[in-house]
C-alpha cells in the first residue's frame, strides 16, 4: 500500500495493482467453484466410495427359466474385493500402488452378478482391515447419515454408508473382529457375518483368515435374505422349527443401553407369533469360564476383579492375538519392505502385529474349538443368544485416544464370540436411544445360517412396531412415605447381605425402595448387592439414583466407580474414585483404585 500510495500518479503501477486484484478474483472464484463441487459430490455420495463405476449381471436366462434372484437390486463392494483389471487398494494407497490389477473376481461379486445384481463401485475401508471407528485418513472418513458428526464405524464403513445413505441396495464387507456388525449398529442397519467358512473367501484379500468372512449390510431383511440365498446356497425349503431366545445378561451390563428396553422391544414382538418358546437368560461370562478351560492363560492377572467379564475380557484378547499372529504371517514381508504410510492407530496394531511372536499359537485355535462346541452346548439346534451388537454409542469423529480404546475394548469383547466360536450372527436395529442408534444382535450355531436368517424375517415386521418402546421407559411408581416399614426392610436387606444372602438381600432393599424412593442409602445398598451377584449395570444405575437423591454418599461413588470399572468405562469410574477422595481425603479404597486406574488408563 506504501507502493502504491508513492506512485499514485503512476498508470503503470494502477495496471499492475488491478491485475493482480483480477488474478487473485479469478482463483478465488475458481477456487469457490472447485469447492462447491466437491461439497455437492461429498453430499451425494457421503464419502462412501473410493471408485465409482458400472458392471452389469450376467444376461437373465430366458423362459421358463426362473428369473434371477437379485435382479434389480445394486450393491457396493469393500475395496477388498478383487475385481478383474482393477487393482484392489485394501483400504492403503501404498498397497495399492505396489500390487497389480486382479486377474480375477471374488467368487461372492461374481455370485451376486450372476444372480442378477449391479455393482456401483468399491468402497473406503479401515486400512488394511484394520479398526472399528471407520476413520480413512488417505481417502476421507465416510460420513454417517444416522449421526454425520460421529464415526461410522469400521473397518466396513464405506460399505455401511452407501446403504445407510440409499446410495445401494445392499453391500459387501468383511468382518474379521467385527469390521461387518460394528458399523451396522452404527449407521442403524441389519448386517449379516455368517458361519465361518459358509461364504467363499476366494479373492478377497486375507487379514486373519481363521477369522475372515465375507458379510453384508441392508436395510430391508427380505434383501438380507435372499443375498444369503445366493451366497451361502440355502435351501429354499427347511422344516419348522421352535426358537428359543436366551438373553445374556451380563452382556447386556457392558452396554448402556437398559436391557429392559430391548427385551420389552423383543417379547412384545414375539408375543403374538407362533413358534416362540419362553425366553431364558444366562450369564455368558460365567458359561464360558466352565466349558472353554484353555481360556486361563489369557486371563488378565493384574485385575482385582476376576468374573465372568475377566473371562469375555480374556476372550477377546486371544481374537486379538490370533488376528495379529495371522496378520503377521500373510503380510510381514509386505510391511517390512514397503514400510507403508499408515494412521497412528492401525501403525500401532500393524507394529505390534509384526514385532510379537506368540509362544502358544495352538491355545488359539483350541480356545475357538472349545467354545464352538461351548456354543453348541448352550444353543442346541433351536437356540438364539441375544447380546447388545455394541456397548457404545458411535465416537464423535477424532476422539481422544484413550476414549476411543475404551470404546474399543468394549466392541471387541461382544464380537469375539461370533469370531472366534465361527457362528453365524445377525444385526438387528432397534430405533435410537438419546439420538444414536442402538441394535442387538442373534447369534446361533455354526451352520445355523438359514434358521437365523428365517427368524429375522419372521420376526422383523413385528419388531419394527415395537420400536417404540426403546425410547419408553416405565414410569417410576409413587413413593409411599412409610419410614417406619421401610427401614426395618432396610435392616433385614443388611442382615442378608451379612450372611451372603445377595439375592435376598436384593429383594429386601427393592421393597424399601417401593416405599420410599428418596432414601439414597436404600439405592447405594442395593447397589453393594448387586455388585456381588455381579450385576454391574444395575449396579451403576441405583448408584446413580442414591448420588442425585444425595450428592456426597461416599459409599455410592465408590461403589458406581466399582461397577464401572468392572464394564471397563475406565474414565468414568476414576472420575467417581476422585471424587470420593474429594469428599473423603483419607479414603483408602478410593486413594488405591484411582491409582490402579491411571495405571490401566496409561
Known sequence: MNTVKANIKN??????????????????????????????????????????????????????AAKQTLAGLTFAINDIFELEDYVTGFGNPDWARTHEAAEKTAVTVTALLKNGAVCVGKTVMGELGFGVSGENM????????????????GSSSGSAVAVAAGLVDFALGTDTIGCIRIPAAFCGLLSYRPSHGAVSTIGVLPNSQSLDTVGWLARDPSILLRVGHTLLKLNTVEPRRARRLVFADDLFQLSKVPKQKAEGVINKAIENLSGYQPQQHINFGQHISLNVPSLKGFL???????????????LSSAMVSLQRHEFK???????????????????????????????????LYDIGKELRACMQILLKDDGILVIPTVADPPLKLNSKKRDTVESHNRALILSSIASMS?????????????????SVSFITFHGGDKFLLDTVLDMYSSLKEQINFISNPAPLQDANENFDASELLKEKGNAAYKGKQWNKAVNYYSE?????????TYYSNRAAAYLQLGCFQKAEEDCNMAISLDKKNVKAYLRRGTARESLLFYKDAAQDFKHALVLEPQNKVARHAEKRLRKLMS
Open 422 to 438: 465361527g457362528c453365524c450372527q445377525v444385526t438387528i436395529p432397534l430405533g435410537k436411544n438419546d439420538g444414536y442408534p442402538i
Open 138 to 153: 488417505h481417502y476421507g472418513t465416510p460420513i454417517n447419515p444416522e449421526m454425520p458428526a460421529h464415526a461410522p464405524g
Open 11 to 64: 498508470p503503470k503501477v494502477w495496471v499492475l495493482v488491478i491485475g493482480v486484484t483480477v488474478a487473485v478474483g479469478m482463483v478465488a472464484a475458481a477456487e469457490t467453484r472447485r469447492r462447491r463441487r466437491r461439497k455437492a459430490k461429498f453430499k451425494e455420495d457421503f464419502g462412501a466410495f473410493v471408485q465409482r463405476f458400472l458392471i452389469l449381471p450376467f444376461p437373465q436366462p430366458p423362459p421358463p
Open 329 to 363: 504371517t500373510n503380510h510381514e514381508d509386505w510391511v517390512k519392505s514397503v514400510e507403508p504410510k499408515l494412521a497412528l492407530d492401525v501403525s500401532d496394531n500393524v507394529l505390534t502385529a509384526i514385532n510379537t511372536t506368540h509362544e502358544n499359537i495352538k491355545a
Open 512 to 520: 424399601a425402595i417401593k416405599l420410599n424412593g428418596k432414601n439414597a
Open 300 to 314: 488378565d492377572q493384574s485385575t482385582n476383579v476376576q468374573n465372568g467379564i475377566s473371562n469375555l475380557k480374556a
